[in-house]
């Protein structure tokens, strides 16, 4: 999978680093990225990485994007998040009708999008459309996206329309922010800088041609469109605790070289706590890490050939996306606690990481659930109602059938 790796995208966001760093603690106080820096990821092209090819995106490999949210995250975790969100959304662009999305992806080649898949709106079936009335929470990245997403249940009238299972039919609409009401909601303890707020529309006229759903057979037929498009976000949004992982090795790596333990008078390089602790981080990061690019590699090498993933093979992926995230969490957790007291000064930067990583790992895609769901696919049990394995079901060789 490493071989599929755009490295531009990598090299443009390292070169980034050091904005991304200097952009953090304003981010932090502001509770929403530093405007400088989401514009210089946006010139870099760090958005467009899922848009599609044929309205100007890059329709990178998955492997590309979350290398690219990896190394931002090295930098800023909140970065990274937002990067992340910005970045998954351009997948919606296959899905539209071709004029909408031109209309939202290709004609602003700064374009950001933000949103939830949570369904928290009602839209009302009219002519041409929908009318649509919602408030969504955690927009992360809602103040500085030109476009947002809220995933609706769909009314004819006053009655729900219901698929033939009786489960409820649902659509994704997307709206200018200028629409939207933003609530100022976000006071959290880490990923400050995302400025995941709610936001919320009332009564606003949606084409139809603005609506989309996993369900219908994407508009592009690339390999990016035919993957399991929730799992696209758990791969993505698993980069960002991997990146602060490593960052918060790199800081306790300077940190022992200049501290002294207060048990053994020795520079902390030379404790054998500290050592085995950094040990230990570093095979959890690398193993979690090796995992998920290697899960993703196989899943990516099967759809470009033109087989469908198996509920083995899906559940594989949420896996590991799940794991490599954990195996952060706890990497980070351990330099936290090898730096000693030193890792309380918030000027360390190992207080940020937990804070961070702990945020990033609350988040559904990444939730110790996923693991149950594994097992549970792995000793055949029948997973057709799995959300997560199974968003769409596009009734072609892609679907649940074709999985099953």
Not at 94 to 99: E, M, N, V
Not at 238 to 263: C, E, F, M, S
Not at 341 to 368: F, I, N, T, Y
Request: neutral net charge; contains cysteine.
């Amino acid at each position: 999978m490493i071989d599929t790796i755009r490295s531009s995208f990598v090299d443009a966001a390292a070169a980034l680093a050091p904005l991304v760093q200097a952009s953090a603690q304003e981010s932090e106080r502001s509770r929403r990225l530093a405007v400088p820096l989401v514009e210089a990821m946006a010139q870099a092209g760090l958005f467009r990485l899922w848009i599609p090819r044929a309205i100007g995106g890059e329709e990178a490999d998955p492997a590309t994007l979350v290398r690219v949210v990896e190394e931002i995250s090295r930098a800023d975790g909140a970065a990274g998040w937002c990067m992340a969100i910005g970045s998954v959304y351009g997948v919606f662009g296959g899905y539209l009708a071709k004029d909408a999305a031109r209309e939202i992806y290709g004609g602003d080649p700064l374009v950001r999008t933000a949103g939830a898949l949570r369904p928290f709106g009602i839209a009302k079936v009219i002519d041409g459309g929908y009318r649509v009335t919602g408030r969504w929470p955690l927009g992360s990245g809602c103040q500085h996206s030109g476009w947002m997403i809220g995933n609706c249940r769909i009314f004819d009238g006053d009655q729900p329309r219901l698929h033939p299972d009786g489960t409820p039919v649902m659509r994704f609409m997307m709206f200018p922010t200028a629409q939207c009401e933003i609530f100022d909601t976000w006071h959290s303890i880490g990923l400050r800088g995302t400025g995941s707020h709610d936001y919320g529309i009332a009564d606003a006229f949606v084409p139809s041609v603005r609506s989309l759903s996993f369900r219908e057979p994407p508009v592009e037929q690339g390999p990016l469109y035919a993957f399991p498009t929730i799992a696209l976000f758990g791969a993505a949004l698993a980069a960002v605790p991997l990146g602060i992982a490593r960052h918060a090795i790199d800081i306790l790596v300077g940190l022992v070289g200049r501290k002294i333990a207060a048990r053994s008078r020795k520079l902390l390089t030379e404790d054998a706590l500290v050592q085995a602790d950094l040990g230990r981080a570093e095979a959890l990061l690398g193993s979690g890490r090796a995992f998920l690019y290697s899960t993703l590699g196989e899943a990516w090498q099967a759809i470009s050939a033109g087989k469908a993933l198996s509920v083995a093979e899906r559940a594989a992926l949420w896996l590991a996306s799940t794991h490599a995230a954990n195996a952060a969490k706890q990497a980070t957790e351990l330099m936290f606690g090898a730096g000693g007291s030193a890792s309380l000064d918030v000027s360390c930067g190992l207080e940020r990481c937990v804070r961070d990583v702990h945020a990033a790992v609350q988040h559904l895609a990444l939730a110790p659930a996923n693991y149950q769901m594994a097992g549970q696919a792995h000793l055949g049990a029948d997973m057709r109602s799995t959300p997560l394995l199974f968003s769409e079901d596009r009734g072609d060789a892609r679907s649940l059938s074709a999985a099953q």
